[in-house]
């Protein structure tokens, strides 16, 4: 289909998000629209890491020369036009917006040829402007050029790391789409030097050879599942490492929904179980696998850099994923070198349908295997709002407290958000400026406190998650499970330097529950001075900082009105938990003294 702007309601529809953080995010939405050109033949160049060029050249379907400039606008896309067609996205992009953003930080220059048309189009442009455009012979497909990353935003500039760690980044990248499209030759030349070709057979293990080396693809066993009797439409495919392979992370586990590259603790999870004991504590496994399956089963609409995806049957995925490298593992599986074309997605759709119709009315059907966090603060407050606030209001009265009298907040109404970080509210004296994220501390951390009387909503995980902080750092959360339980996070000892998590607090979205606790752990770590309470204080005021809604995310009329309404319920509302104001107060009097309203 032609270019289009999408209409303003399906634009709405679509996870907006910034695509351009650094070299590596441009790199990568070059190759998906190569992708989705069809090309076979995809060659990137790099230098000085990428801030000063990349450049990606592909043999595909290129742009009709009318509309190459349409490509650099916001919401202008081939690829969908309805929000119907959001359901089913069957291209790597949708949202029309890599080449405007792109455009916009960088100097880039685009010379395509379309296959209808006899002679391309050269299109230059600074800072989303196009400066020249002018026809030029070129083979059919698409060149596209962007020097000088960032070079109009300094201050994003400023947060580029050397040379070479985003050379790293990139590198990643291409590797990730070499092995995800064999049947694609793939050539990364990384500073005038060509890094590596893949041949662009079809044939996996070939490509792997190629960008991991042949001692690395000798360790990797093949992985081929489409049988699995309880997930028949889901293939799994690629390859795992022997036990003799593994890393000190879990970062070379990388995973593909319909070839599209995603990040899955659960997932990522049931590969590390998979291989139980088979490998020493606090070493991971090398893994690349390849999960086909219908797309209407998947949502990638989640996350706007698109490597979150949320699942239909996450819990027969995580088992299906499991069995199979286990099934490798034991050297039952077929060591194939030659993989199939996953099957097409009406081959299996019928299948799955009956499968989940069955599971629906079995009533086990899986709830979504996360939700952004504002999706669970929503949630967390509906629950909330069935309570009857009365009771609520009354059970949080004052109690005889050592409060100076006044303290607490006169009842607020609402006004609205700015910036989205400050929420404003008028009282009886006068206007309130609240800072969201400091007021959402303070009533978490009163939550918590109090926990004992009323605990903390909390979340069960799927499947409990092994957290692994080394000797030192576990002493530290020994110490404390009892203030971290009554945070919501249940907590219980596996192992030397394990913990089995089974619970996270229902904020908690989709934070890394790991991360949160070593941060946590260090944080206390350097807290040696404190003793006791004091201790298990500072703790529980580390979870509400790392739990509490950030600035920047915008409220809804409701969310703003609820964390007012439980602000008012604190007991010590007007600082956060660690002494910093809440809430600036401009009475009705100081409002008329600056606007010279007094005496007048
Ligand atoms: P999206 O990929 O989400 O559609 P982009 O901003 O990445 O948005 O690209 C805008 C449009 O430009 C695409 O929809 C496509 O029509 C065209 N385009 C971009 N890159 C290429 C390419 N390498 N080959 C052919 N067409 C391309
Ligand atoms: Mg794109």
């Given at each position: 289909?032609?270019?289009?702007?999408?209409?303003?309601?399906?634009?709405?529809?679509?996870?907006?998000?910034?695509?351009?953080?650094?070299?590596?995010?441009?790199?990568?939405?070059?190759?998906?629209?190569?992708?989705?050109?069809?090309?076979?033949?995809?060659r990137v160049?790099?230098a000085?890491?990428g801030?000063?060029?990349?450049?990606?050249?592909?043999?595909?379907?290129g742009?009709p020369?009318?509309?190459?400039?349409?490509?650099?606008?916001?919401?202008?896309?081939?690829?969908?036009?309805?929000?119907?067609?959001?359901?089913?996205?069957?291209?790597?992009?949708?949202?029309?917006?890599?080449?405007?953003?792109?455009?916009a930080?960088?100097?880039?220059?685009?010379?395509?040829?379309?296959?209808?048309?006899?002679v391309?189009?050269?299109?230059?442009l600074?800072?989303?402007?196009?400066?020249?455009?002018?026809?030029?012979?070129?083979?059919?497909?698409?060149?596209?050029?962007?020097?000088?990353?960032?070079?109009?935003?300094?201050?994003?500039k400023?947060?580029?790391?050397?040379?070479?760690?985003?050379a790293?980044h990139?590198?990643?990248?291409?590797?990730?789409?070499?092995?995800?499209?064999?049947?694609?030759?793939?050539?990364?030349?990384?500073?005038?030097?060509?890094?590596?070709?893949?041949?662009?057979?079809?044939?996996?293990?070939?490509?792997?050879?190629?960008?991991?080396?042949?001692?690395?693809?000798?360790?990797m066993?093949?992985?081929?599942?489409?049988?699995?009797?309880?997930?028949?439409?889901?293939?799994?495919?690629?390859?795992?490492?022997?036990?003799?392979?593994?890393?000190?992370?879990?970062?070379?586990?990388?995973?593909?929904?319909?070839?599209?590259?995603?990040?899955?603790?659960?997932?990522?999870?049931?590969?590390?179980?998979?291989?139980?004991?088979?490998?020493?504590?606090?070493?991971?496994?090398?893994?690349v696998?390849f999960?086909?399956?219908?797309?209407?089963?998947?949502?990638?609409?989640?996350?706007?850099?698109?490597?979150?995806?949320?699942?239909?049957?996450?819990?027969?995925?995580?088992?299906?994923?499991?069995?199979?490298?286990?099934?490798?593992?034991?050297?039952?599986?077929?060591?194939?070198r030659?993989?199939?074309?996953?099957?097409?997605?009406?081959?299996?759709?019928?299948?799955?349908?009956?499968?989940?119709?069955?599971?629906?009315?079995?009533?086990?059907?899986?709830p979504?295997?996360?939700?952004?966090?504002?999706?669970?603060?929503?949630s967390?407050?509906?629950?909330?709002?069935?309570?009857?606030?009365?009771?609520?209001?009354?059970?949080?009265?004052?109690?005889?407290s050592?409060?100076?009298?006044g303290?607490?907040?006169?009842?607020?109404?609402?006004?609205?958000?700015?910036?989205?970080?400050?929420?404003?509210?008028?009282?009886?004296?006068?206007?309130?400026l609240?800072?969201?994220?400091?007021?959402?501390?303070?009533?978490?951390?009163?939550?918590?406190?109090?926990?004992?009387?009323?605990?903390?909503?909390?979340?069960?995980?799927?499947?409990?998650?092994?957290?692994?902080?080394?000797?030192?750092?576990?002493?530290?959360?020994?110490?404390?499970?009892?203030?971290?339980?009554?945070s919501?996070?249940?907590?219980?000892?596996?192992?030397?330097?394990?913990?089995?998590?089974?619970?996270?607090?229902?904020?908690?979205?989709h934070?890394?529950?790991?991360?949160?606790?070593?941060?946590?752990?260090?944080?206390l770590?350097?807290?040696?001075?404190?003793?006791?309470?004091?201790r298990?204080?500072?703790?529980v005021?580390?979870?509400c900082?790392?739990?509490?809604?950030?600035?920047?995310?915008?409220?809804?009329?409701?969310?703003?009105r609820?964390?007012?309404?439980?602000?008012?319920?604190?007991?010590?509302?007007?600082?956060?938990p660690?002494?910093?104001?809440?809430?600036?107060?401009?009475s009705?009097?100081?409002?008329?003294?600056?606007?010279?309203?007094?005496?007048?």
């Amino acid at each position: 289909m032609p270019i289009q702007i999408l209409p303003p309601d399906v634009a709405d529809k679509i996870a907006a998000g910034e695509v351009v953080e650094r070299p590596a995010s441009v790199v990568k939405e070059l190759i998906e629209n190569s992708l989705d050109a069809g090309a076979t033949d995809i060659r990137v160049e790099i230098a000085d890491g990428g801030k000063r060029l990349i450049r990606v050249i592909d043999n595909g379907r290129g742009i009709p020369a009318a509309e190459a400039p349409l490509a650099f606008q916001r919401h202008a896309t081939s690829k969908i036009r309805s929000a119907e067609e959001l359901e089913r996205i069957a291209t790597l992009g949708f949202r029309g917006e890599a080449l405007a953003a792109i455009s916009a930080v960088s100097k880039v220059t685009l010379i395509t040829r379309s296959r209808e048309e006899p002679v391309g189009v050269e299109l230059k442009l600074e800072g989303s402007k196009i400066i020249s455009q002018r026809p030029m012979g070129a083979p059919p497909g698409t060149s596209l050029t962007v020097a000088h990353l960032f070079w109009n935003t300094p201050a994003r500039k400023k947060f580029l790391k050397s040379n070479a760690t985003e050379a790293g980044h990139i590198s990643k990248i291409v590797t990730r789409y070499a092995l995800a499209y064999p049947e694609v030759r793939f050539s990364y030349v990384a500073e005038g030097r060509l890094t590596f070709q893949t041949p662009g057979t079809g044939d996996r293990m070939a490509a792997l050879v190629k960008v991991y080396g042949a001692e690395v693809a000798g360790q990797m066993l093949a992985v081929d599942a489409t049988s699995d009797p309880v997930t028949p439409d889901v293939r799994v495919s690629g390859f795992v490492s022997a036990p003799t392979l593994h890393r000190a992370n879990r970062s070379y586990i990388e995973l593909f929904v319909n070839r599209r590259y995603i990040q899955d603790r659960n997932l990522t999870f049931a590969v590390v179980q998979a291989y139980h004991t088979l490998l020493m504590t606090g070493r991971y496994p090398v893994a690349v696998l390849f999960i086909d399956m219908p797309s209407e089963l998947v949502d990638v609409n989640v996350h706007p850099t698109k490597t979150e995806v949320r699942f239909r049957e996450p819990s027969l995925l995580f088992r299906a994923v499991q069995r199979t490298v286990h099934r490798a593992l034991q050297g039952q599986a077929p060591v194939t070198r030659e993989l199939q074309p996953p099957p097409s997605p009406e081959d299996y759709r019928g299948q799955w349908a009956a499968r989940r119709e069955a599971l629906m009315r079995a009533g086990q059907h899986d709830p979504a295997p996360g939700q952004l966090a504002m999706d669970l603060y929503r949630s967390d407050l509906a629950s909330r709002e069935e309570e009857t606030p009365l009771v609520r209001r009354e059970e949080a009265a004052p109690p005889p407290s050592t409060s100076p009298p006044g303290h607490r907040l006169p009842p607020l109404r609402p006004v609205g958000q700015i910036a989205a970080t400050y929420l404003i509210a008028e009282g009886p004296d006068g206007m309130y400026l609240i800072d969201q994220h400091a007021a959402h501390e303070r009533i978490l951390y009163e939550k918590i406190m109090k926990a004992d009387q009323q605990p903390m909503p909390k979340q069960q995980l799927l499947q409990p998650i092994p957290i692994e902080l080394g000797t030192e750092l576990a002493g530290l959360i020994a110490e404390h499970l009892d203030a971290l339980n009554k945070s919501g996070f249940e907590i219980e000892p596996f192992g030397e330097g394990s913990y089995l998590l089974r619970t996270v607090p229902a904020f908690m979205g989709h934070q890394d529950p790991q991360a949160l606790l070593e941060e946590v752990a260090e944080g206390l770590a350097r807290r040696a001075d404190l003793v006791d309470k004091a201790r298990e204080e500072a703790l529980v005021t580390m979870i509400c900082k790392r739990l509490a809604i950030k600035a920047g995310q915008i409220l809804s009329v409701a969310e703003q009105r609820e964390l007012i309404r439980q602000l008012e319920a604190c007991e010590n509302p007007r600082t956060c938990p660690h002494g910093r104001p809440t809430m600036l107060h401009l009475s009705a009097a100081a409002l008329e003294k600056q606007f010279g309203r007094l005496g007048a």
